[in-house]
């Protein structure tokens, strides 16, 4: 079984990957025409939602006791895939 900071350390490079691809999304949304720039931004602020509710999970992870935090890290896997599920939503959608 995984450990605690284990999880965490796969979590957060989740995220950083999420990131990097929220850039890239950001960096399309700016050379956008102004009614798909509308359609960018929408879809980039529910994205920004989701990853900061999943950063303050990992927050209550980490402080999350020994017995608690496997039954926090089910929720922020599903998350975090919901996540990048959103994510290749939005990235197909703006090719």
């Known amino acids: 079984m995984d450990t605690k900071q284990a999880r965490e350390q796969k979590i957060r490079a989740q995220l950083d990957q999420l990131d990097a ?9 700016a050379e956008a025409t102004a009614e798909t720039q509308t359609q960018y931004d929408q879809q980039l ?3 920004d939602q989701k990853r900061d509710a999943i950063q303050q999970n990992l927050q209550d992870f980490k402080s999350a006791s020994d017995d ?4 926090i890290m089910g929720g922020l896997d599903t998350a975090v895939s919901e996540l990048k599920s959103a994510f290749d939503s939005a990235a197909a959608r703006f090719k």
Do not use: H, N, T
């Open 21 to 29: 691809r929220f850039a890239e999304l950001k960096a399309k949304a």
């Open 68 to 71: 608690a935090w496997q039954d």
């Open 45 to 47: 602020k529910m994205l």
